[in-house]
């Protein structure tokens, strides 16, 4: 079965940058797509970032410009670049995998069956 494993998280100051990683197992991952998904206290988890199998993303608005997601298939991970930062950005931080992930839904978390338990971010002032 699957197994998504984040890490990375931390606290840092607001304009520093952090990356996260999500170290995926028992999964065809060279053909998976993988989400970036965060949500705050008493938030709902939204979409942050998606990679699918060919390389393509997609961003959700709000962090364009400063996070820029990739993935490296010999070491079956995703990582997460995030520049800039801002106390905004707080949250716990969960990274998702699917075998199919339509480009449109790619930023939906119903689309993915398999998740890990997640890294924080803290971004302070």
């Known amino acids: 079965q699957a197994q998504l494993v984040e890490s990375g998280g931390g606290s840092v100051q607001a304009g520093g940058s952090l990356r996260l990683s999500c170290a995926a197992s028992?999964?065809?991952?060279?053909?998976?797509?993988v989400g970036w998904f965060r949500q705050g206290p008493g938030q709902n988890r939204e979409g942050v970032a998606s990679?699918?199998?060919?390389?393509?993303?997609r961003y959700r608005d709000s962090v364009k410009g400063r996070f820029s997601i990739s993935r490296d298939n010999a070491k079956n991970t995703v990582y997460l670049q995030m520049n800039s930062l801002k106390p905004e950005d707080t949250a716990m931080y969960y990274c998702?995998?699917?075998?199919?992930?339509?480009?449109?839904?790619?930023?939906?978390?119903?689309?993915?069956?398999?998740w890990g338990q997640g890294t924080r971010v803290t971004v302070s002032s």
């Open positions: 998702a995998i699917a075998s199919l992930c339509p480009p449109e839904w790619s930023l939906e978390r119903t689309n993915y069956p398999y």
């Open positions: 028992g999964f065809s991952f060279s053909t998976s797509c």
């Open positions: 990679i699918m199998h060919d390389g393509s993303t």
